[in-house]
Structures are given as C-alpha cells and as structure tokens.
C-alpha cells in the first residue's frame, strides 16, 4: 500500500471514529436506542460518505450528487452520525436525536434531516427505491450512483427480491447496494430467524457484481467501493459487509442481546472510555 | 341498504350458464363510446410533456397504456409482475423530476401495494399517478380483481389525492389535470370503449370540485364514477314519472368538494341519494354522510353502494342488476325511497 493510501486510511479511520462517538453521544440522551448497529456500520458508512461518494454537504440536493438511501430508518441514529462528520449536520444538533421537533428522529425520514433522500423504515423499500431513482438517473444520462443501506434481516422481504430482478433487467449498473451483515435481528440471530444464505450466490445468481468483505476492516471496504464504482460490466452492484454489532466498544461487541440496547446511566461513561481505548493511532 | 340484493343459490351441480361471464365494460345501450381514453390522452399530453413516464406491472395492454408504450417506447417503463416494487420505484422517479404514471388494476394498487404508496409514495410526497383499472365493480372475475374497497383505502391515506372519472371526456380531462397538479394522485380508470357522457352537460373536470349536472326539486343524487352516468339515466327517466332528480358529480373523492356539497344537501325538501361503484364501507357515501353531520345539515340520506361483502363471480351486467348499480337498480331504488 502506497504511503498516500496509507494517510488515506488512517484519516478515515480517525473520522470514522469520530462517528461512533457521534452515535454515543446521540444514544445516551435517551439511555438506549440502536447504538450497537450505528457502531457496526459506522466504518461501511464512513468509506461511503468520506471516501466513495460525489457529495455537496451545503448543497444536499446538488445535482450531480451520489445518492444514498438509507433503508433501515432505525440506523436513523448511523446516519446523523455520518452527516454530521460529512458536515451535513452541526455537532450541536446530535443531541436533538429522538426528541420532540428535532430534524433527528429515531427513523429516518427524507423530510427532516438534511441529506436523507428517502423515508425508510418499512423495511424494503430501499432497493425499490433505488430502482427507480437508477431508472430516473439513466433517463437524464446522470453518471450518479445510488447507494442503499439494507440489513439482513431486511433481505427476507420480497420486494427487495422484485427490485433485484428488475435492476438486473434494466442493467442499472448506477445501483450500488450495501448489506450490513450483523447477524442480528429484531427476534435473534438472524440466520436462525431466517436464513438468506448462501447470499453472495443468490444475488450473482440476480445478476449482480458481488462483494463480500469484512465491513469493519476499512482498506478492505476502500477496495471494494472503488471496485464497485469502476466495474466495467453493466450490472448492479451490491457489497456485502460482514460487521460487528457495538465494534468499537468491547463491552458492546460481547454482548448477546443488542438489537436495541439500554444502558445505565454509569455505562455511558465506560462506553466513551471503551471507545477511546481504541481510538487510532 | 342493499336489502335487494339476492345472493345466487349454491348448486349442487352446474347451472347452465346464461351468457358469457366475462364482459368488463359498463357501457349500457344507447351510449356513444370512445376508445381508449386514458391512453390517447397520454399519448397527446406527452408530447409537451417530456417528464411524462409511463409503468406498468404486466397489465400495460389492460390499462390503455400500451397506447404510451407504443407512442413513446423509450419513456414506458414494464415493470413485470411486481406491483410493490412499480410503486416505490415510481417514487424514485418523481424523486428525480418525473412523473410517473403507474398503471395497474385497482385491487392490487390498492391492497397490494398499500404500504408502498403510503410510505414509498405520499408520506414523501412523490409525485406518482397511480391509475387503477377494473374499478369497483367492472369486471366479472370475482373478488381477487374486483376493487370494491378501493376508494376506502386510500382515503385513509394522507396527502394522496382520489379521483374516480365518470366517462371518457373525465378520465381525458383527468390525465392533464393531474399531470398539472403537485403530488401524489390514485385515478381510478375506465378503459376500452368508454361511454362518453359528460360532452352533453356542459361540464369540465376541475380538481377537488363536484360539479351540479342537473337540477332537480325532488332528489339530490351525489355521485362518482360511472354511477354519475347511471344516475344521469335514471334522472331522465325517472322525469317521464314527474320525479325530478338532481345530479351533483363528484371526480374528486378526497379532497372532497365539502361546500358544494353542503350547500346542494342544505336545500330542504330533497331525498340525498350517494350513489357509487364502490363498496358501502368508507366510500363517498360515508364521506358525505360525515360531510353533512360535521356541517349540520341532516337530510333524508340513502347511499346506493355495493355490498359489503365478497361479490360473486359471472357476467358483468347480471352481476351490477343483482348487486345494485344497474340503471335499472337505480330507478327501482329511487323509486321505493320516494
């Protein structure tokens, strides 16, 4: 690895970072909420919005942008975490999350929050959506990309499956799908709630360029965002990111539990004590 | 209501089958038609319209859009068997500057694609024109295409406007008005050779307004769809019996025209018949009736809707004779009310 890509590394991981801490700060003003997830996907999130993605911070609804839909609303709290270090957000704002009147509600929702593109939440609606905004971006000969955030559990709806048919169909190789692949679900574990594997297999078997990479190990990520932005074959892409639920934070990482997680009061300070521990070099 | 309505009896063997059971038009005899109204319309707006894009999930042939797809290949977008995902991918067109109109029968936007149009669609305000086809009670293939509770379900969706066209000059006038109009619009569609009607009254389509087709001292019929042309029938011929009967259209279910409507209500001494192709749960009828509550005003008030329940499978004509909405229906209703 050169000593550019190298620099490159270390900053994104300085920043990415600084996002997990963003999704603690936005948890403990209610004592709970998804952090586990936000801290999972934090490094998926940080590659997409500070190294992969065409983006205009001030200008949220510049043209020439890559979209991002955030699928999973209740990563609601993953997504101000990584506006807010992209500078879509003031810092100020994170402790808003959740509360009456903020712009930052528990899901997310493209009429509040400043660089949200769509209302997730009912999950499956990502990749539909992305569908059509692949179409609309062909129509007007756009050389955007569209990224959605799904999670696993997320890929036991079928409209996720109808919107993968039809990106195939139409070739929209603008379409960049992400998978948070953090084993866990609402109900459990979710290859014991519903298995989706073998998943790489299944979306080939779609038509699409498949990745599947280690979602915490940020080189790797680097990679396979730049290859799914230059591969040559008109097909959709979609990157399979194996994370860790809570990574950051070892006490949050062991648990077995942590779909949505309560934390007393004293925790909080262990968990910014926990992250800092491992704050990069 | 519907205390008319005769259920057929359950044999034990094959009835002989008394004419062919799938006849989807509504159109009665006597009436001028004209083909294809929805399509053509399109086709025509499309030429000034450049943002105008055409879906359909494998019913393009069955909704007139086909007319599009033909006219403008590159901007018709087939969507296959996926309702769920026409809808929302519906949204993320307008959400690049489209505007989409996505066809599909009436019983799957409605039950099937519900959530996708509320949270794909409305709640982010897309500016998606769902059109629905097989309305109510035109076609004879029994509840899986019958949309009889349509209108009731996206009432209850906010910020989605609900528009059901009487005739062929409605749905044409129909197509521009919402193509002009900012957001989310569900227009029921009547296709084929579609009675053309409304060219006597003097009348044009306007967005959230109800429109009086006729005056009338003795009954006040407010309606929508095509029941407008049933009640328009019935009016003249209940004239021959010295019955006069008036004719409010109401296109625009929701927003509904609630000053109109309250005004031609609050003029005593007249029965207020609502009249739909729609089931009596949660249609116009219900709408009208919380209309006039909330405003005060209390008529003789009687709705002519389809049962509520599951309707039988057969021929289009039998069926709308025993279930209510046949010309003849009408007046034979009417009458017994006055």
Redesign the interface.
């Known amino acids: 690895m050169s000593e550019g890509n190298l620099l490159h590394n270390s900053r994104l991981a300085e920043r990415a970072h600084r996002v997990r801490h963003n999704a603690i700060t936005m948890a403990e003003v209610h004592g709970q909420g998804y952090v586990a997830q936000a801290l999972g996907v934090a490094d998926v999130l940080s590659v997409a919005y500070l190294h992969a993605m065409r983006i205009r911070p001030d200008q949220p609804e510049w043209e020439d942008r890559d979209r991002f839909l955030l699928s999973v609303g209740h990563y609601g709290i993953a997504h101000y975490a990584i506006l807010t270090e992209a500078g879509y957000l003031p810092e100020s704002e994170l402790v808003t999350y959740g509360c009456d009147d903020s712009r930052l509600p528990m899901s997310g929702m493209a009429s509040y929050t400043p660089g949200a593109e769509m209302s997730g939440g009912s999950i499956g609606l990502g990749l539909p959506m992305a569908v059509g905004m692949g179409l609309g971006l062909k129509r007007k000969k756009s050389s955007s990309f569209v990224y959605t955030l799904m999670g696993d559990g997320e890929l036991a709806e079928g409209p996720t499956w109808e919107a993968a048919i039809s990106a195939s169909h139409y070739k929209l190789d603008n379409i960049i799908a992400l998978v948070d692949f953090n084993k866990v679900q609402a109900d459990g574990p979710s290859p014991t709630i519903m298995s989706t594997e073998p998943l790489v297999a299944k979306f080939e078997a779609f038509g699409f360029y498949v990745q599947r990479v280690d979602g915490n190990d940020l080189p790797a990520l680097v990679k396979a965002f730049d290859n799914a932005r230059e591969h040559p074959e008109p097909k959709p892409r979609i990157i399979i990111c194996d994370t860790k639920m809570g990574c950051g934070v070892d006490f949050l990482e062991a648990r077995e539990k942590n779909h949505f997680i309560r934390l007393e009061p004293d925790e909080w300070k262990r968990a910014y004590e926990a992250l800092e521990a491992r704050r990069p070099a | 209501m519907n205390t008319n309505v005769q259920e057929p009896t359950v044999k034990s063997s094959a009835p002989a089958p008394s004419m062919p059971a799938i006849i989807a038009s509504s159109v009665d005899e006597g009436h001028r038609t004209k083909a294809a109204p929805f399509g053509h319309a399109l086709v025509e707006l499309g030429r000034t319209r450049p943002e105008i ?1 055409g879906m359909s999930a494998d019913l393009a042939k069955y909704t007139d859009i086909h007319i599009f797809a033909q006219a403008y290949p590159d901007r018709f ?1 087939q ?2 068997m ?1 309702e ?2 026409m ?12 505007i ?1 109109f996505a066809t599909t029968y009436a019983t799957f936007a409605a039950r099937r694609c519900y ?2 149009i ?3 669609v409305a ?3 897309a500016n998606v024109k769902f059109v629905g086809g097989l309305p109510g009670l035109t076609t004879g293939y029994g509840p899986s295409h019958q949309a009889t509770d349509d209108l009731a379900i996206f009432r209850a969706m906010p910020n989605i406007t609900v528009i059901d066209p009487c005739d062929a000059l409605d749905v044409e006038q129909m197509v521009t008005a919402v193509a002009d109009h900012h957001g989310p619009v569900y227009m029921r569609m009547l296709r084929g050779a579609v009675p053309l009607v409304l060219d006597e009254y003097n009348y044009r389509f306007e967005l959230g307004k109800a429109a009086l087709l006729r005056g009338g001292r003795d009954v006040l019929v407010i309606s929508t769809g095509f029941m407008t042309m049933r009640a328009l029938d019935a009016a003249k011929d209940l004239q021959k019996d010295g019955v006069d009967v008036a004719v409010l259209h109401v296109p625009t279910v929701k927003p509904l025209d609630e000053v109109t409507i309250l005004r031609e209500a609050a003029r005593t001494g007249r029965l207020v018949v609502v009249a739909e192709n729609h089931t009596i749960v949660g249609g116009l009828g219900e709408a009208v009736a919380g209309c006039l509550l909330r405003g005060g005003v209390a008529p003789a008030f009687r709705q002519i809707a389809l049962p509520d329940r599951f309707l039988s499978a057969g021929s289009l004509p039998v069926l709308q004779d025993r279930y209510g909405i046949s010309r003849k229906a009408v007046i034979d209703r009417i009458k017994c009310w006055l």
């Open positions: 894009v977008y969507m296959g996926s769920q995902l809808a929302t991918a519906a949204g993320g067109l307008a959400k690049e500057g489209f989409p959530d996708f509320s949270q794909g709640e982010q305000d």
